[in-house]
């Protein structure tokens, strides 16, 4: 008789065991370019299913005119890209500091800037004085 529990118990324990790991995720039924689902006991079973997402951090546009083309962007004391190239670049909300070099490395352009989230701040760089 001891053996008799013996082996219920363990087929219990496996049971209890395997149970959460087949219920964390839901069934899907269908091939790989079925898009659909179906309602099972309590909840929607398909392709996206449990999936949740987080949005990235918030995010402005950044555009530089310019007429000089090849000078050097720097955000941040980073190099960002060249004028003539980099248009138009994303860049995280707050404030930053924007720097133009030419070949040589002489900053002739410098300002501090807040970007809004969802919003495009045009940044008018042509300095008097230079062709």
């Avoid at 790991?21 to 091939?31: C, H, K």
């Avoid at 929607?44 to 995010?59: E, H, N």
Wanted: aromatic share 14%; net charge positive; glycine share 16%.
């Amino acid at each position: 008789m001891s053996r008799f529990w013996k082996c219920s118990a363990v087929a219990f324990l496996a049971l209890v065991t395997w149970a959460p790991v087949a219920s964390a995720r839901g069934i899907f039924l269908g091939s790989p370019g079925y898009l659909g689902g179906f309602y099972g006991p309590g909840r929607w079973y398909g392709p996206w299913a449990g999936q949740v997402y987080y949005p990235g951090p918030p995010v402005g546009k950044v555009q530089i005119v310019t007429k000089h083309k090849g000078d050097s962007i720097y955000v941040d004391g980073g190099l960002a890209g060249r004028t003539g190239q980099l248009k138009k670049f994303p860049l995280r909300a707050g404030a930053h500091t924007i720097e133009l070099r030419n070949s040589s490395g002489h900053t002739f352009y410098q300002e501090r800037i807040t970007v809004i989230p969802g919003k495009k701040l045009k940044i008018h760089t042509d300095y008097p004085g230079q062709p």
